[in-house]
């Protein structure tokens, strides 16, 4: 092959790699997906609209709401009863996440979920939690807390120092 021949392909490759690079960044999933769809639960929830924190839910939802404490949710049906009777014991939510993490189809993340009860109380739950992820719709949700944390501040007891500092952070 003579130099000309090669010059005359060269237009052609530096058209083309732009190109593919761009289409192989499209076909990439959104940097921070699983996040921004897990904010959007967050937000549903902040409104206590269950109907909408319920379409973001796969219908096989395995939902650990307190992992290793109490047996998981099962089914949107179980969701649904579950998000009702917990609306009932909270005025208003301040939900938050500090830092989050995504591998595939699974999003880990680290947050608390603050809330003041129906009875005025504070309650902040220090959690962590992994959202599992068939297609856009939750499938799998483990939550990890400490609920001895939880059934104090129930009984009107003040936050602990050591939830003090956890909940004390910027949020995403």
Do not use: C
Request: net charge negative; no cysteine.
């Amino acid at each position: 092959m003579d130099r000309r021949t090669i010059l005359a392909g060269v237009p052609a490759m530096i058209t083309a790699a732009p190109l593919a690079a761009a289409t192989a960044a499209s076909a990439a999933p959104a940097p921070d997906r699983r996040l921004n769809q897990f904010k959007a639960v967050i937000a549903d929830w902040k409104r206590q609209d269950i109907d909408a924190v319920l379409a973001r839910l796969h219908d096989d939802i395995v939902w650990h709401f307190a992992a290793a404490v109490v047996p998981p949710l099962r089914g949107k049906a179980a969701a649904r009863a579950f998000l009702e009777k917990f609306s009932q014991e909270v005025a208003e939510v301040r939900w938050r996440l500090f830092h989050a993490a995504e591998q595939g189809d699974r999003l880990f993340v680290e947050g608390v979920d603050e809330f003041v009860r129906a009875d005025g109380r504070k309650v902040a739950v220090p959690y962590a939690g992994i959202m599992e992820f068939d297609g856009d719709l939750i499938i799998g949700w483990r939550d990890y807390i400490d609920r001895s944390v939880i059934e104090a501040m129930r009984r009107g007891e003040p936050y602990p120092p050591q939830v003090v500092e956890l909940i004390d952070r910027e949020a995403l």
